[in-house]
């Protein structure tokens, strides 16, 4: 019973109270959700032994037939104890990433013992150094009197240092890595949950808060959302546009084939819709909305420049109908194509 009081800190007869409230204390310190140490685990395990010892001891006493220091817990270290707080972070993806699914880590910080100081918030000075407050003598001057200096314990130097490290805290931030799988279909603003992953409970049998992740879509050289609907914007041969052909269009994880009907070669656009963006739940997925560019030849050889030059030909010879824009500008200012005049 002893060595359950000296391990908590306290003196016998102490309350529950006082109990309850070094205990949290402790738990706060050596939970292995907060503390990296390999022997947090084991030393937490101690630490609830003795304080589950030393309560049930309290409530067999005196105090608990009286009434006296009876605790006023409102969260007690039962399963009923409040959980901790929630953390929130952000999740950027790449559209493909979102549209796939994947396995992201993702990393959380938390706070832990200062590797450094071993938790003292100081750390060891290389070489002895006069202390500066009191310039070697161990006595500050406070008001008319001379007292011990209490940055050296009035031994005129020291030997230790604010730790550089934690600034005399003992705390550091260290990191963990977490797998998180992400589902497929995720847009930004959704909210990924990580069950568990969030701030210890303060209550040593409370569970901890939970990660929520908040997903970021990052921008895409290729591909744009609007909704659910994904917009691609391709360059096509303006010869194709006119014949009209399949054409090979990349999606996120790999590609499709699409018609383009023959017509203008000039920019269009050609929707599927449910080839966009996917959606759980057995929602329908958006549009997949392709952005058509017609692009001219260029670099043409000798024998290309005359097939060209042949179907120009072919196609001059009824201008009204291919090219009736080019027609009317013709008739409208050329001379040799006015009625009447040459």
């Not at 907060?34 to 105090?63: M, Q, T, V």
């Not at 938790?119 to 006069?130: D, K, M």
């Not at 603003?189 to 908040?214: F, K, V, Y």
Request: charged share 25%.
């Amino acid at each position: 019973m002893n060595d359950a009081y000296t391990l908590l800190g306290l003196h016998p007869g102490v309350a529950q109270k006082d109990i309850k409230r070094a205990f949290r204390r402790l738990a706060m310190q050596w939970h292995p959700d907060r503390n990296p140490d390999p022997a947090a685990l084991e030393h937490f395990k101690a630490l609830r032994a003795a304080y589950e010892r030393l309560l049930a001891s309290a409530e067999s006493g005196p105090a608990a037939e009286t009434g006296t220091d009876a605790p006023q817990d409102t969260h007690p270290a039962g399963g009923d104890a409040s959980p901790g707080a929630d953390r929130r972070q952000d999740l950027s993806l790449t559209i493909e990433e979102a549209w796939l699914g994947c396995e992201k880590p993702v990393k959380i910080a938390r706070e832990a013992e200062c590797a450094t100081c071993g938790g003292s918030g100081e750390e060891a000075l290389a070489h002895t150094q006069l202390c500066k407050d009191c310039h070697g003598s161990g006595r500050v001057r406070v008001g008319g009197n001379l007292e011990r200096c209490k940055v050296c314990a009035g031994r005129g130097y020291r030997t230790q240092r604010t730790c550089t490290d934690c600034e005399g805290s003992g705390r550091t931030q260290a990191w963990r890595t977490l797998a998180v799988k992400v589902p497929p279909g995720l847009l930004g603003g959704d909210e990924l949950r990580i069950a568990g992953a969030g701030e210890p409970s303060p209550h040593p049998d409370g569970a901890s808060g939970d990660l929520r992740l908040r997903v970021l879509i990052a921008a895409h050289d290729l591909y744009r959302l609007e909704g659910r609907d994904l917009r691609v914007s391709r360059p096509v041969g303006a010869l194709r546009m006119l014949a009209g052909g399949d054409i090979e269009v990349p999606v996120p994880g790999g590609s499709v084939r699409l018609h383009v009907e023959a017509g203008k070669a000039a920019p269009r656009e050609l929707r599927v819709d449910g080839a966009g963006f996917p959606a759980g739940r057995g929602q329908p997925a958006g549009a997949l909305i392709v952005e058509l560019r017609p692009v001219a030849p260029e670099a043409c050889d000798k024998h290309q420049r005359q097939v060209l030059e042949e179907l120009d030909a072919e196609l001059s010879r009824k201008a009204k109908r291919h090219y009736p824009e080019l027609a009317e500008w013709e008739t409208n200012w050329l001379p040799s194509r006015q009625p009447g005049r040459t």
